[in-house]
């Protein structure tokens, strides 16, 4: 491992039973001895809490910690994260554990950090639906809403005679004949997400008051929906997700590209980067990273050769201090069979340790990234429309990445953050859709404009309260003055509607949408896209542009493909100030951090850059391999063009 | 409401916790004074049942009453129809609330009519599997069958080992290794549908107990299969059903148009309105018409403008005397918040508001429509078919639409029957499938066309008993004399399969058909049709035609794709004597009631038609536009015309 | 019947409530009846154990008999196969109803043998999930290993913290949120087709007690994976088999041809017939062949004319010494009132039983199938893969069958055999796939090439190891130095990559792949195929030949498809001498048994046949018109070719 440049080394995440192999008899013989060795090599431990996966003597002695589906049937020990964070049993065992960890390590130099449990929520378990679970739910709506008329109230339980006549009759959701309330599915799901973090909280807790210098990180997954990362942040140090491209793409696209299958997609990627590195607003960690073919996409594509290299620096080129491979060595044994390592099963080297060595030779100390845009991103908005969809195809996260698929195409960096974050020091502020509003964000997002600030807006904003309710006013809400709109009707688009909208000036310029339409009804903006397809809605308004103050605010009622969001996001860059790239091909991309250029390209065709200028190459040249880099000195950004050799 | 020409307002469908907050605690308040502004304004009160929705007092008291699914997983409060048809104590509980509701309004002459819980069966609520239902099925089959001999006899049990020794072996379908006895599922069916029926008429007693002018209807749901209508019907005094033309059409087939995701398929819609209104041979109402975008079906797109006019014309056409609509304004909470209405969620006129407007000004009093073919249906049919469809394609309902199309082509009016109504005021009949046969309906078939009227038959006819039991006598069974011919063979067709018949005359006529093919042995029957593809079965009969008496019988072999069955039922129609128009583009219907023509064109492309003679237009002219409508005075039929303008 | 030619009535297979009405309470009068005129009429009887049907009063009695879903949902009574293998109630009772059926009929001569139960496992009834299977596979697992640490070790329970701390521990797979430990599915598997055994044989030796003259089969079916046909064939004196052509081919494939919807493919058949030839090394039985259309498939068709006469005779060239219709009459009741019988539902001749009658005149008597080439098949293989196959379409027995159909077009006979099979009368042996290799068959492998063999073996080989765990070594681990190459990585093809190979010589010949792509490192052996397309793999080696002593032995990385198949399998065949035939079209398959030649044809064109030489025609000539075959005196092989007349 040092001959390889690793510097930290990440263990124990499943290991209770080794650790524990019954109950009170600890044994850190072979850990000591492990943590020695990396000692002695100049490296340093990352320690996980091993509480992911509670070993079968703790599930015989304490059943009620398992979690249940919906349907009530029990989650069995025999695979992992078989456990309810809201069971009190299980709290206490996890207490007991960690404390008795975080003590034996304490004073050891060499443990620098500590990541809480293993990928919360991974196989569909944050949400529980055991009697744990229902008892927890009923005292936090208890919390959340003083009598049970509030909730009635806020809910909106009168449709359907759904009405609670007390706080005793509050349930988790159960089976119904029909769809569930969406304001209950809402706050199950905030429920469910809070579980989490005061489970998180717990861990660590223990870990802090054990050793105050320690950090105290998480790994968490590609867009996951179900945990509230800025929440769970606020309880650690260090955020750090697991990075899988080529899995990953396979989940994003019914079919990806063969350079995707390759090397995954590299907006799919950084919008990971940026929304981890965003959660703290500080470096993040990859924690693990995809070391050559893995066990669970549907297909286990070899990446291409460098793949892994490429990531390392496209994971840096993005905010990550450190970028930890998943697994050392293939594992011999288990459901991870056929996850790659960078050892093969054989202790070898395997494909992914070349790479991984290469990068760590390569990568250099390096400042933190400085985004002049914010994209704004709230769960609460996809646990909304993920109840609500209203269209087979209306992902709020595939909304999120058209947005910023149209940032990064014009190479400008971006930070990914919730709403009730200062929005101060951003140039501009790209919110994809602002689903749940409230007075006090339409107030913020106004002042932000009125001071100067570039907004762009997407469709599905302004169209519910904070409880899931419809607001009474028709949409966007409580963002109506700010827009200058109000939209008169919207639509889920299936793929044999048209689905073409042209700008308003003289430029005959015409783009394709997908999935949802909002017909405007401009009140005060300007229109400056409106339908014209062969469809009914044809000449109705479907974007307007609002001059506030000092700044101006744009609102687009559908869903753009990526020629519209590039234009978009392009207008709304420039009137903002923000220094841009030519734009870029899909499969290349420009990222800044610290006064270096990166230029990476995740195409099977060799590139050429062309910088403008007299900045010099601290890595490669100008022409760039299929998978392969350049980084250059300086914030080379106005101009910089890519032109792909084929 | 009274200014938009509304003269009856539906209501209180789901009020049951608003009406009794706790038990035996009623408010009416709320109640009489909105019944008090409607009569104010001229308008009347239809009233609901509440019990599609029993309140959570209700549930935490008598839990008994909840649904269970095949698997015995609870179907728990939290949406609607969370009740089971056959619970002694939620017939209790339903007879004491309509009850006291109806003695509360029973002299109040504003209230005019009463509407029986809503949607019976929705959300797949016929069939329950809870103890109740079993030990209900138990006493149904004690009623059918005089012993247990009998009941082995009838359903055929030994098969597999199935016999019964005693009725207390008698059990609803549980979870099994492989598929259920088919006459077993069959008698379920029955009783499930059977046990609706009870429960609707233990509240249609109540309300004409207490006032017996009101009317008592239901509102039925788009081609529902597990409830008989014609069973509910008899309690009713009026039948009305809830049509959603952009949702119902994508439900129907895999790919809708872009035309009929605008303004739903004519005939899908026509067929509901056609067999409601034949259920007790009287006009219909539509009960909830869509009035703009709606929450439920696959995509929610936006009815083209005038679609909600053109709605109410068309099935005014088809004899409905009220279109009401769901739902007045959009609901702020709740499941249906996706759901428009005439009113948007601020209160302001939608979309819907502005046709409906349109439309209540333009509707005028008309005479019932008097249909001369018959089209025979059957639910027991459905379910026979249901269980074992012997193709993975083969619906029942798309059957009957087959056929029903071909009649619709020709411009003529078509009553949906049972096959015990009488027959003899029908110059044609036409039965896409006979599929449960009995010598008494054979013999009555055969007697209305031995007294000269024409019978079209479609496959699978004949081919089962009431039980569900093949007939000894290879198909048609009992109907064999009156066909003139046997099903050698039968097989379903897929995609890749050769299907292609021509007609045995020499007109060297080919046709499509799909999904079904019956190759035939004449005897005594004329081949009209014969297999003629690349196919083995070249060259055999795939249709027959029997003269018996003054009438034939056509009976067609295979499931015909369009072409087919417009000119299948033509000839029909020609020999029957049944005046009809040219035949009609997809898009474009006529339909006669009272005296006058409806030409209706529910595609995008105007229209010119051609009248063939002096006929006045009463609404509109010869020129249509896209989804509009014209009405000409008379009834004009022979040599209609309709020509599409590109 | 025995006008019909036939020879051996099998019946009684669903019997118990008419053998059993009430407990103890037998009725033979109707079964001696039957069996007095089959035996009046010179046929023989073939009776069935009635096990797989447990009667209404036995299950009310019993009702611990009952299956249990994974999740706990128990299997009831309504259909068949509703019982636990391993459950002691049910064992009592089979014993019982066995050895009374089995004492009654001891000395009766007519009756000659008995198939035990029907269809063991169909339905997916092999793996229970009841509280006897947790037991059972408690004692399994206890018997099997020495002590937990033992079990531990052997499946590879520490990660993820899965180790048992005591046999008691042990459960079977239950609902988890996660997958299976690959390890404890390979072994519940093995459990699962152990508890079949163990119930046939408990049938099994109760026959033989009673008279040891009757053979003893069972009805296999179609590639069925969750039984060990092998094991189970050691308790039996007969195999056979229930062979649906025109349903089985529509299994296999998404979209079947026209052609195989009307005859089935060949090679799937005759997959089965070599199967279940080899299993005892004998002649089998088709116990059940389709008789016309069925009930099960998707699809219903009608076979070709003359189909049912070709399987009986193709069933027969493969080994086959009695073909078994099923079912003589078509049943007028219950779950298989779609299935046809070779007399029609009121007794007369159906298609079936004209093709069958001409078959039994055509049909002689012959010696048995001598295949010069073995091809490799291992149940657990199935298992292990099906468990982690690692690519959403990597089936096992589309694997075996790629390879075998590069057999058959050569018009070569072939056993299929298990790994522990003595190899010496081969010449040539095909391994589609040795995943669990142990050094034992390494061993037993490279004796038989040193020893002259000719060996292929297929991707995944050397994979695993007996329990389902990584090799330590690198794949093929055991095999390696037989191979002469390791694999350095392996992946699964999705259709959008780019699958070719071209052969390493000279020849300018591309081949397609499918599914999985190895990529080796040759180490002695001659790498004979590399990767050629446009992918990050191209000029990896694809596959080797390694020569070893007197043979050589062939490793091929990749999933041919049938091209490289065909080339592959031809030379290993040209290097072994075996004779074969020019390379035959898809729907044409030549075999050879007892010194006699069967040419049949498959598809819809006539055919043409060149004999190369003298032989003569014992049935048909060298034209063969569609779905007919001919049989030529002799063993015609080198030369004899095929032309498609079109």
Known sequence: MADAGIEYVRMAEFSWRVLEPERGEFDFEWLDEIIGLIGEYGMEVVLCTPTAAPPRWLVAERPEILQRDRDGTVRSVGSRRHYCFNSEAYREESERVVRVLAERYADDPRVVGWQTDNEYGCHGTTRCYCDDCASAFRSWVRQEYDSV???????????????????????????????????????????????????????????????????????????????????????????????????????????????????????????????????????????????????????????????????????????????????????????????????????????????????????????????????????????ALGEQPHAPDFDYWQLLQAFYGGIRSHGVQVDIVHPDTSLESYDAVVAPTVHLATAQLADRLTAFVESGGELLLGPRTGHKDEYGKLASSVQPGPLTDLVGATVDQHESVPPQLEATVSRTDDTQTWYAFRTWAEWLEADGAQPILEYDGDAVEDGRTAAVRNRIGEGSVVYCGVWPEPDLAVDLVGSVLERAGVRRSAVLPGGVRVAHRGGYTWVMNFGSDPITVDLTGEASWRLGDETIDPFDLSIADGDVVDGLSVRILE
Chains 1, 2, 3 share one sequence.
Request: aromatic fraction near 12%.
């Open 149 to 383: 008329a509030d909730l009635n109230d806020a809910w909106g339980t009168t449709f359907w005679s759904q009405q609670y006549d007390d706080f005793e009759q509050v349930d988790i959701p159960r089976p119904t004949p029909a769809q569930d309330h969406p304001s209950l599915a809402l706050d199950f799901a905030r429920f469910s997400s809070d579980s989490v973090v005061e489970y998180n909280r717990l861990q660590a807790d223990i870990l802090r008051g054990a050793n105050d210098d320690w950090f105290v990180t998480h790994n968490f997954m590609n867009l996951f929906e179900s945990v509230d990362a800025y929440d769970v942040g606020e309880d650690l140090d260090l955020i750090s997700w697991d990075s899988y491209p080529t899995g990953h793409v396979q989940q994003a696209v019914d079919e990806a590209s063969t350079d995707e299958l390759r090397a995954g997609n590299p907006d799919l990627l950084s919008f990971n980067h940026d929304l981890y590195r965003s959660v703290l607003d500080r470096p993040f960690w990859v924690m693990e990273q995809q070391p050559g073919d893995v066990n669970w996409p549907p297909h286990s594509t070899q990446p291409a050769p460098g793949a892994m290299r490429l990531w390392a620096h496209h994971a840096t080129a993005h905010g990550a201090d450190a970028v930890v491979y998943f697994r050392w060595r293939r594992c011999l044994e288990g459901q991870e069979q056929y996850h790659a390592g960078l050892r093969k099963q054989d202790g070898s080297a395997d494909r992914g340790y070349h790479d991984a060595t290469q990068a760590a030779e390569e990568l250099f100390d390096v400042d933190d990234v400085d985004a002049p845009v914010a994209l704004l991103h709230d769960y609460e908005n996809a646990w």
